[in-house]
């Protein structure tokens, strides 16, 4: 057994560790002000992280704090100093292992921290691999290390999928003192990795797919059908959104035993000779799902859909976490293994902030289905590009994946052949409109990523949503679950009210808009932890961003701009209102009712009591004071310090 380190001992390698990074970042003062705090909140992490790996306790602290803030250097002075206190201290927990999303950036990590304990820290990713013969992320590797030599190494470089995948215990073991079976003491695991696998399928892809496996493998035939059974049985009761659970029918019961075909290595190896069948892992997980109850059927339209779960959790002794969202992404809300480790508080006060209107109020997985939806949703963007950024400075777009696949964006000519080279328009600002240089990605990716850091403005084209039953499957699977325990057993509808499929849903929306919303300039903090100086240009439903900006990005200067007042709603008007620069420090709501043409009291008495219009008033750095008599009621003012997002 190990036992927790001195703490004063391993403080001093670890201070002196950050002096090394220090020399190897010229232009950023690790031992000072804001990045100081952060380094005192990194070394906290890792010493509990430990003293959990020691007592054997599965919980892991977080790191919430934004790109830039310096954590994840931190995070390497704080495997320096683990690995060089165990080198002298024989019972000291040992063995670190660094976690990527990426493989590009575990290839950068191995690198810098390669540079610092040379000899002392190895890689592996299929691209580091000595076998691997076809490069995509990482055309020259900074090293290659075959997946067993990870063991002899007390530092190791890894990526998520890996870490949490079959081989994955070549990269939790390793060997001290010629002993083979020890457990790394540390691993740091940067950006949130997905936790809970999907899958999803409807009854005409089940029936393709089981018609082409059974030409293929008659002698499969008893499991395929009693599948097939299972699936069509509810084909005929499409009440719109209501909520089946397959794995609590009788009908399940009588096709069980067939059903656990699918569970065997015999099945694995179905899937894995016919991989060229689109949709059989999806098909052969649904089927796993149904047998452990982890499965629910529910009618979108009249297609009934079957989601299916299965856990893969990174929890364990000695984790933990860097991730700038960790605290609003809704997990550490239902989870309670997650702890929140104290980080100074960043502030937006370079970051200058503008709402325009959406281009429209309808499901854009719909609305962009269409061409002509596609050219007038991607005119506006460009018109807001125009509005919004002057010549000669450089942008990030992030919009819809339709349109990318789709071709429109860039707005360049249908066959362009600049779409064949991605990385022009996607990495090195290759598109251009009137000399603004501009990136472009679309929502689900570019988290992580720093390739636009030297962006001026950003610009959000809509939200990132997840359809609901992706977000009850996802809660399902990080609580561990069944389809008749937690939230989804008291749910009859898609839509039925459920505390934590609320909360992972809102904190999916609000994840993606921070991390995508700082991928610019505003990435770069001072010492005094103020961001760097960026435009971050937002389309999206004005209530719902205002009563979020103040959490996501306190400090920060919020205008709106074009006119909500045509269509919008009462509280939109009032938004828009409040949102426009004046010298005054209140605004008495008979001056707007005056300005909107409509009496307050014929407002206020919906406006008040509506949270998210409150919550919104405050992000935009003001507060509803009543008042009786001639003054009246009236917004007024607040300092950021006095304000609900300071």
């Known amino acids: 057994m190990s036992v927790t380190p001195n703490r004063e001992r391993l403080r001093a390698l670890y201070d002196a560790a950050i002096q090394e990074l220090s020399q190897l970042r010229p232009n950023t003062n690790l031992t000072s002000g804001f990045y100081a705090t952060m380094g005192n909140s990194v070394f906290e992490a890792g010493y509990t992280a430990l003293s959990y790996y020691c007592a054997g306790t599965c919980r892991v602290p977080y790191v919430a704090a934004p790109a830039g803030s310096g954590k994840t250097s931190f995070s390497y002075a704080l495997l320096l100093a683990v690995t060089r206190y165990a080198d002298s201290n024989p019972s000291a927990p040992y063995g670190c292992v660094f976690v990527v999303d990426q493989i590009k950036k575990a290839d950068e990590v191995y690198k810098e921290l390669a540079t610092l304990l040379p000899g002392k820290v190895a890689i592996w990713t299929k691209e580091h691999d000595p076998k691997c013969k076809k490069r995509e992320k990482v055309l020259e590797p900074a090293a290659q290390f075959t997946q067993d030599q990870l063991r002899h190494h007390p530092i190791i470089v890894v990526t998520h999928q890996f870490y949490n995948g079959k081989g994955g215990n070549k990269a939790h073991l390793i060997v001290r003192d010629g002993n083979f079976g020890n457990n790394r003491a540390l691993t740091v695991v940067d950006e949130k990795p997905e936790e809970v696998t999907q899958f999803e399928i409807i009854a ?139 980080v100074p508080q960043s502030r937006y006060d370079n970051l200058e902030i503008v709402h325009v209107p959406q281009h429209t109020n309808r499901r854009l997985s719909e609305y962009l289905k269409t061409a002509p939806n596609q050219r007038a949703y991607v005119k506006r963007m460009v018109e807001t590009i125009r509005q919004h950024m002057a010549p000669g400075e450089r942008g990030l777009v992030v919009c819809k994946k339709a349109l990318f696949d789709a071709q429109r ?195 206020s008495s919906n406006l008040v009591k509506d949270e998210p219009f409150m919550q919104a008033v405050d992000g935009l750095g003001w507060r509803y004071v009543r008042g009786a008599g001639r003054g009246g009621s009236k917004f007024e003012q607040i300092p950021a310090a006095l304000s609900q997002a300071a």
């Open 409 to 603: 964006v860039p707005n360049w000519t249908d066959g362009d052949a600049r779409f064949e080279t991605p990385n022009l328009y996607t990495k090195h600002y290759g598109w251009e409109i009137d000399g603004r240089m501009l990136c472009a990605t679309h929502w689900g990716t570019g988290i992580g990523t720093n390739d636009w850091k030297d962006a001026d403005v950003v610009f959000l084209f809509d939200e990132f949503y997840i359809p609901r039953r992706t977000a009850i499957a996802t809660v399902q699977g990080l609580r561990q679950h069944r389809a008749d325990e937690g939230d989804l057993a008291s749910m009859t509808t898609v839509n039925s009210k459920a505390k934590g499929v609320d909360a992972i849903a809102e904190g999916h929306r609000l994840r993606h808009t921070k991390q995508l919303a700082l991928r610019g300039r505003g990435r770069c903090y001072d010492e005094q932890g103020v961001c760097g100086k960026q435009r971050l240009v937002v389309s999206s439903e004005l209530k719902s961003f205002m009563s979020n900006v103040g959490r996501l990005f306190p400090g920060a200067s919020i205008t709106t701009a074009s006119d909500y007042t045509e269509d919008g709603t009462w509280a939109h008007k009032v938004l828009e209102l409040l949102s426009k620069p004046t010298l005054s420090k209140q605004i008495t709501t008979k001056q707007i009712g005056r300005d909107l043409g409509k009496p307050w009291r014929e407002l």
């Open 204 to 342: 005409s892809e089940a029936e393709t797919i089981s018609e082409v496996l059974k030409a293929r493998r008659p002698e499969i035939k008893e499991p395929l059908d009693a599948l097939r059974r299972v699936i069509l049985s509810y084909t005929f009761e499409p009440a719109s959104n209501q909520i089946f659970r397959p794995a609590n029918d009788l009908r399940h019961d009588r096709e069980a035993e067939n059903l656990k075909w699918f569970t065997t290595s015999a099945a694995a190896t179905v899937v894995k000779t016919n991989a060229d069948i689109p949709g059989i892992e999806r098909l052969f997980g649904i089927a796993r799902a149904i047998t452990s109850g982890r499965v629910f059927a529910t009618a979108i339209g009249k297609v009934v859909r079957y989601i299916g779960w299965q856990s893969k959790l990174m929890v364990r002794p000695g984790m933990l976490l860097l991730d700038a969202t960790a605290d609003i992404d809704g997990i550490s809300e239902i989870c309670l293994w997650r702890e929140p480790v104290s």
